[in-house]
Antibody, heavy 121, light 113 residues
Framework: QVQLVESGGGVVQPGRSLRLSCAAS????????MHWVRQAPGKGLEWVAV????????YYADSVKGRFTISRDNSKNTLYLQMDSLRDEDTAVYYC??????????????WGQGTLVTVSS | DIVMTQSPDSLAVSLGERATINCRSS????????????LGWYQQKPGQPPKLLIY???TRESGVPDRFSGSGSGAEFTLTISSLQAEDVAVYYC?????????FGPGTRVDIK
């Protein structure tokens, strides 16, 4: 079965960096677009970023553009999110999520359990 | 950016009764080249990640009970739970994946009356 396991969350000071990883298994990782979605405590879902199956296309939410970078290593079945210049408002649970197809333009059909990122001085 | 709105913010329905959630996008999410609506519905229970219920506005995900159905086209969509069960208590979100950023609606909380 599909498994997505996020890691790398924790407490970080404003302005610092953090890299999240997502280990995927149970499906052919290189066939699917992959997303990051976040949820601030007690709030709704916020889509963050997506990368197509081969890495040729990627898109970001306006709130993270220029600060966050999505990447993937298909040889390691792993998705990454490099988060730089972190702000208080980036505090959230970050979910790794599998798209329904190869391109970026698909629904999300599987979610990890999430990793908590807390930005605080 | 496409803005997604949902109504109501919350609703309480008796067990076995119908629950209806509306979702509106600020522009059409119907793609002319394949006639598909790029709209999904998700269910999130407390302490859990979201779960896909409906994609392409009306296609039920495998394993989702048939009391869940999606309808609508263009910019107006509806998620219907035909007979509410206790396990359906959750927050429901719509999302458009027509254009980046792939925005979610604010969510609708469903409780038992």
């Amino acid at each position: 079965q599909v498994q997505l396991v996020e890691s790398g969350g924790g407490v970080v000071q404003p302005g610092r960096s953090l890299r999240l990883s997502c280990a995927a298994s149970g499906f052919t990782f290189s066939d699917y677009g992959m997303h990051w979605v976040r949820q601030a405590p007690g709030k709704g879902l916020e889509w963050v970023a997506v990368m197509s199956n081969d890495g040729s296309n990627k898109y970001y939410a306006d709130s993270v553009k220029g600060r966050f970078t999505i990447s993937r290593d298909n040889s390691k079945n792993t998705l990454y999110l490099q988060m730089d210049s972190l702000r208080d408002e980036d505090t959230a649970v970050y979910y790794c999520a599998k798209g329904g197809g190869s391109s970026c333009y698909f629904y999300v059909n599987c979610w990890g359990q999430g990793t908590l990122v807390t930005v605080s001085s | 950016d496409i803005v997604m709105t949902q109504s109501p913010d919350s609703l309480a329905v008796s067990l076995g009764e119908r629950a209806t959630i509306n979702c509106r996008s600020s522009q059409s999410v119907l793609h002319s080249f394949n006639s598909k609506n790029y709209l999904g519905w998700y269910q999130q229970k407390p302490g859990q990640p979201p779960k896909l219920l409906i994609y392409w506005a009306s296609t039920r995900e495998s394993g989702v009970p048939d009391r869940f159905s999606g309808s609508g086209s263009g910019a107006e969509f509806t998620l219907t739970i035909s007979s509410l069960q206790a396990e359906d208590v959750a927050v429901y979100y719509c999302q458009q994946y027509y254009s980046s950023p792939f925005t979610f609606g604010p969510g609708t909380r469903v409780d038992i009356k």
